[in-house]
C-alpha cells in the first residue's frame, strides 16, 4: 500500500498533504518535549525559548534538589521521588500478581465471563480522572474516619492499582493466548500437576507479556497526577506533585532538568517493552 | 451383553474400555465403547475427522471425562485419576514441544518432575536421542529443529520415562509424505523395541495399516470393526468400513435365488448368506475391477457393460469412471490400449467376485 502512496506517478498534492499532516502531527506530539528538553540545557537564570546559552547547570540544580543537600526542599523532593518508586513498585507487583492468574482463568475457563471481566476492568479509563479522584479521596477519608487507621502510600497505591489494571491485564491476556492448551497437556502427560505445568511452562511463556505489563504498570504509575493530587498528604506524595508545587508559584529550570530526567526514563523503559513485545523487527 | 463386573478384569488385557460414553451437548461423541487392549498391542484408533476417536484417546489420557462407563489399567480404575497421575505418554498432533526449552529439557522434564539426578537424566537423555536417531542435539532450542527432528524429539519425551500407555494423537499428520512413511517405519520399530502398549489416533488408513496390530474402526462415535488390519481389509463389518479402507465403489444389488447377486445388470458369484430377493450394497475397489474393450454396440454375455466417462492418468496405471446405467463405477487399470481408447468407449467390467463384500443394503 505504502509503494502505491509514495510511487511517482500518484499525484504530487496528496503526497505533499500527506506529508505535512504527518510533520504536524509529530510536532504536536513533540514539540512540548523538545522545548522541555532544551530548556532544561539553557544556560540562562531566567526561562526564556529559546535559551541564549546552553549548560549543565540545571542538572546540577536537580541532582541537589533530589539528593544532595540537607534543605526542606531537597528532602522533600528525595521522599517524594522515593514514593514515587516505591508506589510504582507495588503497582507493578500488585497488578501483575493480580492479572496473571486471572489472565490464565480468563482465556482457559473465562468463557462469557471474560468479556465482561475485561469490559469492568477497563471501566475505570472512561470515568473522568477528576471523578476519580473525588471518589477515592472522600472512600479514603471515610475510612480513615471510620476505622481510624491511616492508608499511608496506599492511599495513592489503590487509585494507581486500578489505573493500570486494565493495561496490564490486556498484556496478560495476549500473552496468555500464545500459550497453547496442548503444552500445559503435554506437561502433565509428563507427570506435572496442573499447577506445576502452569509454573513450568505456561508462566515462562508469559514471560514477555507479564514484562510488559510490569513495565507499564510502573510508567502509568509514575506519571499519574490527576489522582495523586487529590490523594496526596504532607507525608505521601509523588515527584510529580511535587514538580507541580514548586512550578506553580514560578518556573524553576531545575523542575525541567527533572522532567527531561524523566522522560529519559519513560522512554527507556517503553523501548525496553517494545524489545520485549515486539522483538528485533520493531520501530527502536 | 450383560453389565461389564468391574471386580473380574480379562487377565490377558492391559487396558480394559467399558462401556464408555461422552456427549458434548445434545451430540454423543461416544456411546458405548468397549475394547480391550493387550499389554505390548499396537492399536491404532481409525475414522474421519469427528468420529469420536481423538475424544476416546483424550478420555484415555484423562484430559477429557466420560460421562458414562470405565477404564480399567491392569484391572485398577483409573476412570477418575487426574492426566499427570497417570504415568502415560503422549505425542500430540501439534508435538506440543516447549518452546522455551533447550532438546534435553524437553526431554528430561518428566525426569524431572520424578527428582531424577541431573547426571542421570543427561545419560537418559543422550541415549533416547541415540535412539531416535537424533544424537548431539541436545543443548539446541527446540526452534531450531526440522519438522522430523522435533517429531523424534517428541516421541523421546513421551517414552523418557517408560510409560504404562504410549498414546499418540495424529503423530505424523504434520510431515511431507516421503517422512512420513520413514517415520512410520521408526515408530513401528520403536514399539516394538519399547514392547509398550500404543494407541496411535489417525485417519489415514495406509498409515493404520502399516503400523497397527489392531485396527479400531470408529465412526459417529461409535466402534464399526476391531480387527487385526489384514482382517478388517479383507472382510469389512459393514459398508462403511469397506469405503472407508478403500473400497471405491458402492454398488447396489440384489441377492438371486441360486446366491449370486445381481449388480449393474449382470450376476456375479459374490457369497452371501442373505435371502434371496434382499437388497444389497456391494463393495468393490478400484483395483479389483477389470474393463475389456468391446466394439461399439457388442455385449458380452455375463458380463456388466458400461462407457467410459472419464480417465485420469496416474503414471503406471489409469484411473477410470465407467457408467453402467445409473451407477458409476471407479476402476484402476495399466492397460494402455484402454487409456488411449478414452471416453465414449464401450467395455466389459469384470468385478473380482472373491475381493468384494456384500452387505444388507442400508433402509
Same mark, same amino acid.
Given at each position: #500500500?505504502?509503494? $502505491? ?12 498533504? #500527506? ?20 530548556? $532544561? ?50 503497582? #507493578? ?134 489522582? $495523586? ?29 527533572? $522532567? ?25 | ?106 526431554? !528430561? ?84 523395541? @519399547? ?44 459398508? @462403511? ?57 457388442? !455385449? ?36 494402455? !490400449? ?26
Amino acid at each position: #500500500m505504502s509503494a $502505491s502512496l509514495w510511487s511517482r506517478t500518484s499525484s504530487g498534492s496528496f503526497r505533499a498533504v #500527506m506529508l505535512a499532516l504527518a510533520g504536524l502531527g509529530l510536532v504536536v506530539a513533540a514539540l512540548p518535549v523538545l522545548v522541555i528538553v532544551v530548556m $532544561s540545557f539553557s544556560g540562562d537564570g531566567s526561562l526564556a525559548f529559546p535559551p541564549r546559552s546552553l549548560s549543565l547547570r540545571w542538572y546540577g540544580a536537580a541532582l541537589d534538589v533530589l539528593f544532595g543537600g540537607d534543605s526542606d526542599s531537597a528532602t522533600s523532593a528525595f521522599e517524594s521521588m522515593a514514593t514515587s518508586f516505591t508506589v510504582g513498585a507495588i503497582t #507493578m507487583c500488585a497488578t501483575t500478581m493480580a492479572c496473571v492468574p486471572l489472565a490464565y482463568a480468563l482465556v482457559r475457563r473465562g468463557g462469557r465471563w471474560r468479556q465482561w471481566v475485561e469490559l469492568l476492568f477497563t471501566l475505570p479509563l472512561v470515568f473522568p480522572l477528576v471523578v476519580l479522584g473525588v471518589a477515592y479521596l472522600l472512600l479514603s477519608e471515610t475510612l480513615t474516619r471510620q476505622t481510624g487507621s491511616e492508608l499511608g502510600l496506599l492511599r495513592l497505591a489503590i487509585p494507581h492499582i486500578v489505573l493500570a489494571l486494565p493495561f496490564v491485564l490486556r498484556n496478560c491476556l495476549s500473552a496468555m493466548h500464545g500459550v497453547g492448551r496442548d503444552l500445559e497437556e503435554a506437561a502433565m502427560s509428563l507427570g506435572a500437576s496442573p499447577l506445576r505445568a502452569a509454573i513450568d511452562v505456561v508462566v515462562p511463556l508469559m514471560k514477555p507479556g507479564i514484562l510488559a505489563g510490569l513495565i507499564f504498570a510502573f510508567i502509568i504509575s509514575f506519571n499519574e497526577f490527576t489522582i $495523586s493530587f487529590f490523594m496526596y498528604t504532607i507525608d505521601v506524595r509523588t515527584l510529580p506533585i511535587w514538580m507541580y508545587s514548586r512550578t506553580v508559584s514560578s518556573l524553576d529550570p531545575t523542575t525541567l532538568a527533572i $522532567s527531561t530526567l524523566i522522560i529519559a526514563l519513560d522512554v527507556a523503559l517503553i523501548t525496553w517493552v517494545d524489545k520485549i513485545v515486539a522483538g528485533k523487527g520493531s520501530l527502536f | 451383553m450383560s453389565t461389564p463386573n468391574l471386580m473380574m478384569p480379562t487377565q490377558t488385557s492391559h487396558l480394559d474400555i467399558r462401556g464408555l460414553g461422552k456427549r458434548f451437548g445434545s451430540n454423543d461423541a461416544l456411546s458405548e465403547v468397549n475394547l480391550s487392549i493387550k499389554r505390548g498391542e499396537f492399536v491404532c484408533l481409525l475414522g474421519p475427522s469427528g468420529c469420536g476417536k481423538t475424544t476416546l484417546l483424550r478420555i484415555i489420557a484423562g484430559f477429557e471425562r466420560a460421562d458414562r462407563g470405565h477404564l480399567l489399567l491392569e484391572g485398577r480404575d483409573i476412570t477418575e485419576l487426574a492426566p499427570h497421575q497417570r504415568g502415560f505418554g503422549m505425542v500430540f498432533q501439534s508435538l506440543a514441544l516447549f518452546p522455551h526449552m533447550s532438546v534435553a529439557d524437553n526431554i !528430561g522434564y518428566g525426569m524431572k518432575l520424578r527428582g531424577t539426578a541431573a547426571a542421570q537424566r543427561r545419560r537418559r537423555v543422550e541415549e533416547l536421542l541415540e535412539v531416535v536417531q537424533l544424537p548431539a542435539i541436545a543443548n539446541r532450542p527446540v526452534s531450531a529443529l526440522s519438522g522430523g527432528q522435533r517429531q523424534r524429539v517428541a516421541i523421546a519425551r513421551a517414552l523418557a520415562v517408560p510409560p504404562q500407555l504410549f498414546l499418540l494423537d495424529e503423530p505424523l499428520s504434520a510431515l511431507d509424505a516421503q517422512l512420513r512413511e520413514s517415520m512410520q517405519i521408526e515408530l513401528r520399530q520403536l514399539q516394538q523395541r @519399547f514392547g509398550v502398549t500404543t494407541v496411535v489416533v489417525t485417519h489415514d488408513q495406509t498409515e493404520a495399516m502399516m503400523l497397527a496390530d489392531r485396527l479400531v474402526v470408529m465412526k459417529q462415535g461409535r466402534v464399526q470393526q476391531c480387527d487385526t488390519p489384514t482382517e478388517v481389509y479383507r472382510r469389512p463389518a459393514n459398508a @462403511f468400513v469397506a469405503e472407508f479402507l478403500g473400497a471405491a465403489n458402492l454398488l447396489p444389488g440384489t441377492v438371486q435365488a441360486d446366491g449370486s447377486v445381481q449388480v449393474l445388470g449382470a450376476p456375479l458369484e459374490a457369497g452371501t448368506s442373505l435371502a434371496a430377493g434382499s437388497p444389497v450394497t456391494l463393495a468393490v475397489r478400484a483395483q479389483d475391477v477389470r474393463l475389456h474393450a468391446l466394439g461399439s454396440d457388442a !455385449g458380452a454375455a455375463g458380463h456388466a457393460v458400461g462407457d467410459i466417462e472419464f480417465v485420469r492418468d496416474l503414471g503406471p496405471e489409469a484411473e477410470l469412471i465407467v457408467r453402467c446405467g445409473a451407477d458409476r463405477l471407479r476402476c484402476r487399470s495399466a492397460d494402455s !490400449g484402454l487409456r488411449q481408447a478414452g471416453v465414449g468407449q464401450r467395455v466389459a467390467v469384470h468385478i473380482d467376485a472373491r475381493r468384494c463384500s456384500v452387505f444388507a443394503a442400508q433402509a
